[in-house]
């Protein structure tokens, strides 16, 4: 038999199982990618836990009555921790808390956790209370707003996985510093400069994620300086998505039945802080799909700062005679 006629044999003995091969790659690499969903359940965590490009990411913080101690003593096996309220995921600027970090502080803050562009990071809050959701989806959209592609929330947080009677351990896991190079995605957020051109011209829904009193003017936040809220705004509470029962996100149907009495169209989030309203930008733009839909991280605490900002308040002179003598907020 001649060379290229051996070779032609061997070839075709071969070509099967290079075709089964790379058809098992391309399953493989599928499998991947459709497994990047905005919310995973605990059992898709439990099957993926030692994948090497998942980074399991506790940001349990003083907010849901946890931090550090709450980590050490229990956590994800390989977890690593970052409190969502001291490490660094909000910052002071311009006199103003709990804004977005600078693209330096933010390549630093991701890149010390071990985080590259290879990464899927599964952020995983307590699971206790709406608010605590907020944590996560705050941190979800900060490090998509960074340029990390693969993002995910665990779906019910840590209590959800302690449930389940998965395995934990306690102490702390090191991370591995990476080096990060942002690519920021300022299409998922919107700067004062924005909210102001939509409160004069229209353009887009804003949408304020507070409870009813905060949107009324009826309460504040100690920390914003007015009340009342941004004209033209339309309230969706962000505990309306929220079970309060599960301790998770309401199923798919309910959240797109609260959904659906919103205008269509171009959207903008706020809350007190940027903090509830990154639930509402969550289930919007994540989870039900909606283009076009940012989040105004500076919100009430930016915009109430200045008092020639306009603000529309069913707030009375009997509320503030109330609050005065003590009776009221």
Same mark, same amino acid.
């Given at each position: 038999?001649?060379?290229?006629?051996?070779?032609?044999?061997?070839?075709?003995?071969?070509?099967? %199982?290079?075709?089964?091969?790379?058809?098992?790659?391309?399953?493989?690499?599928?499998?991947?990618?459709?497994?990047?969903?905005?919310?995973?359940?605990? &059992?898709?965590?439990?099957?993926?836990? #030692?994948?090497?490009?998942?980074?399991?990411?506790?940001? /349990?913080?003083?907010?849901?009555?946890?931090?550090?101690?709450?980590?050490? #003593?229990?956590?994800?096996?390989?977890?690593?921790? *970052?409190?969502?309220?001291?490490?660094?995921?909000?910052?002071?600027?311009?006199?103003?808390?709990?804004?977005?970090?600078?693209?330096?502080?933010?390549?630093?803050?991701?890149?010390?956790?071990?985080?590259?562009?290879?990464?899927?990071?599964?952020?995983?809050?307590?699971?206790?209370?709406?608010?605590?959701?907020?944590?996560?989806?705050?941190?979800?959209?900060? %490090?998509?707003?960074?340029?990390?592609?693969? $993002? +995910?929330?665990?779906?019910?947080?840590?209590?959800?996985?302690?449930?389940?009677? #998965?395995?934990?351990?306690?102490?702390?896991?090191? @991370?591995? @510093?990476?080096?990060?190079?942002?690519?920021?995605?300022?299409?998922?957020?919107?700067?004062?400069?924005?909210?102001?051109?939509?409160?004069?011209?229209?353009?887009?829904?804003?949408?304020?994620? /507070?409870?009813?009193?905060?949107?009324?003017?009826?309460?504040?936040?100690?920390?914003?300086?007015?009340? &009342?809220?941004?004209?033209?705004?339309?309230? $969706?509470? *962000?505990?309306?998505?929220?079970?309060?029962?599960?301790?998770?996100?309401?199923?798919?149907?309910?959240?797109?039945?609260?959904?659906?009495?919103?205008?269509?169209? @171009?959207? $903008?989030?706020?809350? #007190?802080?940027?903090?509830?309203?990154?639930?509402?930008?969550?289930? %919007? +733009?994540?989870?039900?799909?909606?283009?076009?839909?940012?989040?105004?991280?500076? *919100?009430?605490?930016?915009?109430?700062?200045?008092?020639?900002? @306009?603000?529309? *308040?069913?707030?009375? !002179?009997?509320?503030?005679? !109330?609050?005065?003598?003590?009776?009221?907020?």
């Amino acid at each position: 038999m001649s060379i290229p006629t051996a070779f032609r044999a061997a070839f075709g003995f071969l070509r099967p %199982l290079l075709v089964a091969a790379l058809a098992s790659l391309a399953l493989a690499g599928a499998a991947r990618a459709e497994s990047v969903t905005p919310l995973v359940p605990v &059992g898709w965590l439990k099957q993926h836990l #030692n994948d090497p490009q998942v980074l399991v990411l506790d940001i /349990r913080s003083a907010i849901d009555g946890g931090g550090a101690e709450a980590y050490q #003593n229990g956590h994800i096996p390989g977890a690593i921790h *970052s409190d969502y309220d001291k490490a660094g995921w909000r910052v002071t600027r311009g006199g103003v808390p709990f804004m977005l970090p600078t693209l330096a502080e933010l390549e630093k803050l991701i890149g010390e956790l071990g985080i590259d562009e290879d990464s899927h990071v599964v952020v995983v809050p307590a699971g206790v209370h709406y608010t605590d959701f907020g944590s996560a989806a705050r941190t979800y959209w900060t %490090l998509k707003v960074a340029g990390v592609s693969k $993002v +995910s929330i665990l779906d019910g947080g840590y209590a959800a996985w302690a449930a389940a009677h #998965n395995a934990t351990e306690t102490g702390a896991s090191k @991370p591995s @510093p990476k080096i990060f190079s942002a690519t920021p995605n300022k299409a998922l957020l919107a700067e004062r400069a924005d909210v102001q051109m939509i409160e004069q011209s229209g353009g887009a829904t804003l949408i304020d994620a /507070r409870p009813a009193s905060f949107f009324s003017g009826k309460q504040k936040a100690p920390a914003v300086q007015a009340y &009342g809220h941004i004209p033209g705004a339309v309230n $969706v509470d *962000s505990a309306t998505f929220y079970d309060d029962k599960a301790n998770r996100l309401k199923p798919q149907a309910e959240l797109a039945s609260i959904a659906a009495t919103l205008p269509a169209g @171009p959207a $903008v989030t706020y809350c #007190n802080t940027g903090h509830w309203a990154a639930t509402d930008w969550f289930v %919007l +733009s994540e989870l039900l799909g909606r283009k076009d839909v940012r989040l105004y991280y500076g *919100s009430m605490i930016e915009w109430a700062s200045d008092a020639s900002r @306009p603000l529309a *308040s069913a707030r009375t !002179k009997w509320d503030d005679l !109330k609050k005065t003598l003590g009776f009221g907020s």
